[in-house]
């Protein structure tokens, strides 16, 4: 089917969230060939050498398609990437899909219990304002919970756990943020992308939200709706032992510090993770 055939519309195209961080903008090379960038408050992934080929993992806040297109023409001197693989569907890191798919005409990779929320078969659980207190938390309900129509250019990912176009790297289902949430974990030198699965800033506090003040959470408790899952996914991620993680929101993290953040997340998740109330808690 022609691309102009397409039947894709962007639902978000006029969502504006009026929160940017100070880290906005401010790219990192996390590897050589893993670069993460933050669009106001959520972080996308180019993976890939620069000379050669590349992916993007997530697609950011709505209307940032011409920022990560600017970083790419930069980045990778002029060359689309192979594919675009999501680790959910969530607003803030689809919000700019449709015009990035449209200008790149490139497939798109997601987890199959994903897929009703990327063909518009389904929309997600509304987020929830009662889960503890913050200004993110309060003003979660302004945020669009509703699927999006990729049909037509949306795929599942691969049931052998290989990432198309990223040889080395495996996806890990990661569930509880969403049913078909994944991160992305590379062997040879335990490289993460953690997606939401877990964050690395209390993501329901305006304050720290603005200021990136490095702290281990679980996924934003907002949008969270299955807190059994979701504990299970952080302690397999922690029992890879990642040497380094990119995490959906908040700063990159490393070493020592990703290793004992980590750990004390999976050891004691139910307090510092699971909020005290909210219509997904129990």
Same mark, same amino acid.
């Given at each position: 089917?022609?691309? !102009?055939?397409?039947? /894709?519309? #962007?639902?978000?195209?006029? /969502? $504006? +969230? ?15 060939? +893993?670069y ?9 992934c180019f993976?890939?050498?620069p000379?050669? &080929?590349?992916?993007?993992? &997530?697609?950011?806040?709505p209307?940032?398609a011409? @920022? /990560?297109? %600017?970083?790419?023409e930069? %980045?990778? =001197?002029?060359?689309k990437?192979?594919? $675009?693989?999501?680790? =959910?569907? =969530? ?6 899909i ?12 997601a987890?199959?219990?994903?897929l ?5 078969r ?7 304002p009662?889960v &503890? ?11 669009p ?7 037509? =250019? ?7 756990g290989?990432v ?5 790297w ?7 943020? @969403?049913?078909?949430h ?6 040879r ?11 690395t ?8 939200v603005?200021m990136? !003040? ?6 934003p408790?907002?949008?969270? @709706? ?12 922690e ?22 953040g980590?750990? +004390? +997340?999976? #050891?004691?998740?139910k %307090? ?11």
């Amino acid at each position: 089917m022609p691309w !102009e055939e397409l039947a /894709m519309e #962007n639902t978000y195209e006029d /969502m $504006i +969230l009026p929160v940017t961080t100070i880290t906005s903008g401010d790219g990192l090379e996390t590897a050589s060939d +893993l670069y993460c960038l933050p669009i106001q408050i959520v972080n996308v992934c180019f993976a890939g050498d620069p000379e050669g &080929d590349w992916v993007l993992v &997530d697609a950011g806040m709505p209307r940032s398609a011409d @920022t /990560m297109l %600017r970083v790419a023409e930069e %980045r990778f =001197h002029g060359s689309k990437p192979q594919a $675009i693989v999501l680790t =959910h569907g =969530h607003f803030d890191h689809v919000g700019a899909i449709v015009d990035l798919v449209q200008y790149w005409n490139v497939p798109v990779y997601a987890h199959e219990l994903e897929l009703p929320y990327l063909t518009g078969r389904a929309d997600y659980p509304p987020a929830d304002p009662t889960v &503890d207190g913050g200004l993110v938390t309060e003003m979660s309900p302004l945020f669009p919970n509703d699927g999006i129509d990729l049909s037509g =250019h949306i795929r599942s990912l691969p049931a052998d756990g290989s990432v198309p176009s990223m040889p080395g790297w495996r996806w890990v289902h990661t569930p509880g943020h @969403t049913p078909g949430h994944v991160s992305l974990f590379r062997d040879r030198d335990r490289a993460l992308i953690a997606g939401d699965a877990f964050v690395t800033v209390k993501q329901e506090s305006l304050y720290k939200v603005i200021m990136q !003040e490095t702290e281990f959470s679980g996924p934003p408790k907002y949008f969270t @709706t299955d807190w059994g899952l979701a504990e299970e996914s952080v302690k397999k991620l922690e029992a890879l032992k990642p040497a380094v993680a990119v995490t959906g929101h908040g700063r990159p993290v490393s070493g020592d510090v990703l290793a004992e953040g980590l750990r +004390l +997340l999976a #050891n004691d998740f139910k %307090r510092i993770a699971v909020p005290q109330q909210g219509r997904y808690v129990h």
